[in-house]
């Protein structure tokens, strides 16, 4: 019989002990690490889920999802659809198909696009499952834009395209910038910053021409729409 003293077993219990330390040190890496980084390839969005919010904190304002605003301007307005992808809070009780909805609702109005843009999307954004755990770690996310341009390679592409491939007034806009991420960790706030560059395909259809009537009506001018997402880091240059 061995005795509470018994070499032996009091180095099995020491080993034990290491064992759990090096075990917790492992997953805490990897918690911190998944906040900071998020998935490398997230899977797409729910197919299902709440739109509605459940802010942590009951007495703050009322989370609400970002806007893109109409606009006739290419760049003004592919630089909104950059800001609302990136733009995202894990604690506003909204779910990643929430913000993808924002960006469908600005997507081609013909539907020829929508599953495509939806499957871009989906790229961006976390997983609902990786959704969750960044939640426990109050995860935000927004971009800095350093340049926005329209790539030599679309002028390229047009040239090359068959008369009526492309919708009017399409185009493409290439965004360079920076992707921050801050959440808590260990009651600690932490912070990430990572160089992003993507390119957005829209369009702007041209100014209608009023219709005939005896009083001229205004032209209608719609707004620009979006058609695609190339690949994360994958830019026309």
Not at 55 to 79: M, N, Q, V, W
Not at 202 to 217: H, I, V
Request: proline share 13%; charged share 15%; aromatic share 8%.
């Amino acid at each position: 019989m061995k005795t509470p003293d018994d070499p032996a077993r009091t180095r099995r219990r020491l080993i034990s002990f290491a064992c759990v330390g090096v075990a917790f040190l492992v997953l805490a890496g990897i918690g911190v690490y998944g906040l900071l980084t998020g998935p490398d390839e997230p899977s797409p969005p729910p197919r299902s889920g709440t739109t509605t919010p459940n802010p942590a904190d009951p007495s703050g304002p009322t989370p609400s999802l970002p806007e893109i605003a109409p606009s006739t301007d290419p760049e003004a307005f592919a630089r909104d659809v950059a800001n609302v992808l990136f733009t995202w809070d894990t604690t506003s009780g909204f779910w990643p198909l929430d913000y993808t909805a924002v960006l469908l609702d600005v997507g081609d109005p013909t539907g020829t696009e929508q599953a495509g843009l939806a499957s871009d999307i989906a790229s961006y954004l976390p997983s609902r499952d990786a959704w969750v755990e960044l939640r426990q770690y109050s995860t935000t996310q927004h971009l800095t834009i350093s340049d926005a341009y329209v790539p030599e390679q679309w002028w390229q592409a047009v040239e090359q395209a068959r008369p009526g491939q492309l919708p009017a007034g399409a185009t493409a806009i290439t965004i360079e910038g920076t992707r921050h991420r801050t959440g808590i960790w260990n009651d600690e706030p932490v912070a990430s910053e990572h160089q992003v560059a993507f390119t957005i395909f829209l369009a702007c259809p041209p100014e209608a021409p009023p219709t005939g009537t005896r009083t001229p009506a205004p032209s209608v001018v719609p707004s620009c729409y979006l058609l695609r997402l190339s690949v994360l880091d994958s830019p026309l240059h």
